[in-house]
């Protein structure tokens, strides 16, 4: 079936510093996936971060970035400089082109310690 | 604004009882979803609907019902709960088409235990 991986938290980072959070996909079923990028942030639903549809292209959002590799599999999430209300839990998700279902990764905690 | 509202927030049950979780959503989605994610796992698809009077069993669907009245409600209902299914549910909405295309609309999340 298809899964998502992803860097296994908590990750803690001092603010300014960079991030970086590792998304690795199978995607067995779906012939054209799409990838995504969901936060928590504490007390509140997931919200969706950044998407990306098309592979080889980078989604970009609020400072963060993740390109979509096809031949690697991946979709890591980057951010050159952290701040303290970045601490959340980041998603990793995939799904097909209607995205009527969505396969989550396990989530990843980010820490930013000021 | 949109919106996919939950309740109750938190909710203790005793084994054997039964349980509802309720969803409300203003978004005119035709999508709606229930999720359990614990830790260790990734969200976990329970049911999902694909409008008024719709249900479908998701990855997870052993010892959950679903109903969709209206486009706006979802509920999630655990006949005799158990255990196992002390988690944090979360709703969410979506819909293939439109400016929200590909995107899922999550609710805050539903803690419960059971005890």
């Known amino acids: 079936g298809d899964s998502v991986t992803q860097t296994e938290g908590p990750v803690t980072v001092s603010e300014s510093e960079s991030l970086i959070i590792n998304c690795t996909y199978s995607?067995?079923?779906?012939?054209?996936?799409?990838l995504f990028w969901y936060v928590r942030y504490p007390g509140e639903g997931l919200q969706l971060l950044l998407k990306v549809i098309t592979a080889g292209q980078k989604g970009s959002s609020r400072g963060f970035e993740a390109t979509y590799n096809k031949e690697t599999t991946s979709f890591h999430l980057q951010k050159a400089s952290v701040q303290e209300s970045d601490s959340a839990v980041y998603y990793c998700?995939?799904?097909?082109?209607?995205?009527?279902?969505?396969?989550f990764g396990k989530g990843t905690q980010l820490i930013i310690q000021p | 604004e949109a919106a996919v509202t939950q309740s109750p927030r938190n909710k203790v049950a005793v084994t054997g009882g039964k349980v509802t979780l309720s969803c409300n959503q203003t978004n005119n989605h035709n999508n709606m979803y229930w999720y359990r994610q614990d830790t260790g796992h990734g969200l976990r698809l329970i049911h999902y609907s694909y409008g008024a009077g719709s249900t479908e069993k998701g990855d997870i669907p052993d010892g959950y019902k679903a109903s969709r009245p209206s486009q706006e409600n979802f509920s999630l209902i655990l006949e005799l709960a158990t255990p196992s299914q002390t988690s944090v549910y979360f709703c969410a909405s979506g819909d293939r088409l439109g400016a929200s295309q590909n995107t899922l609309y999550f609710g805050a999340g539903t803690r419960l235990s059971v005890l």
């Open positions: 995607a067995t079923s779906i012939a054209y996936p799409n």
């Open positions: 998700a995939l799904g097909d082109q209607g995205a009527d279902r969505l396969t």
